[in-house]
């Protein structure tokens, strides 16, 4: 059974750090390229940062660049999001979201979300 159990989740002021974590299990996690998204009320669910299987490539969301770090540990089978300097529009849940493709065949999973609020 695959799981993809995310943590650390809260509510912080603006201008504060979080750190999320997405623990993985019933999957060859490094074949899976890890995602973070997330979803704000009313808005659709957004991409915020990927990283490789390998964990040598990543990429990010504009709105995140320079603030938000992914990365991955490929023997514990985690992947991490450290969010810097949040502001009230990164207020949304997060989701993990594992994909891998090989030849014709995708799999992916998501978890079921952290929330994370940035208000003073």
């Known amino acids: 059974q695959v799981q993809l159990v995310e943590s650390g989740g809260g509510l912080v002021q603006p201008g504060e750090s979080l750190r999320l974590s997405c623990a993985v299990s019933?999957?060859?996690?490094?074949?899976?390229?890890m995602n973070w998204h997330r979803q704000a009320p009313g808005k659709e669910r957004e991409l915020v940062a990927g990283?490789?299987?390998?964990?040598?490539?990543?990429n990010y969301a504009d709105a995140v660049k320079g603030r938000f770090t992914i990365s991955r540990d490929n023997r514990e089978n985690t992947v991490v999001l450290q969010m810097n300097s949040l502001t009230p529009e990164d207020t949304a849940i997060y989701y993990c979201?594992?994909?891998?493709?090989?030849?014709?065949?995708?799999?992916?999973?998501w978890g079921q979300g952290t929330q994370v609020t940035v208000s003073s």
């Open positions: 990283i490789s299987p390998s964990g040598d490539s990543t």
């Open positions: 979201h594992a994909r891998s493709q090989l030849g014709w065949t995708t799999r992916e999973y």
């Open positions: 019933g999957l060859y996690f490094d074949i899976y390229g």
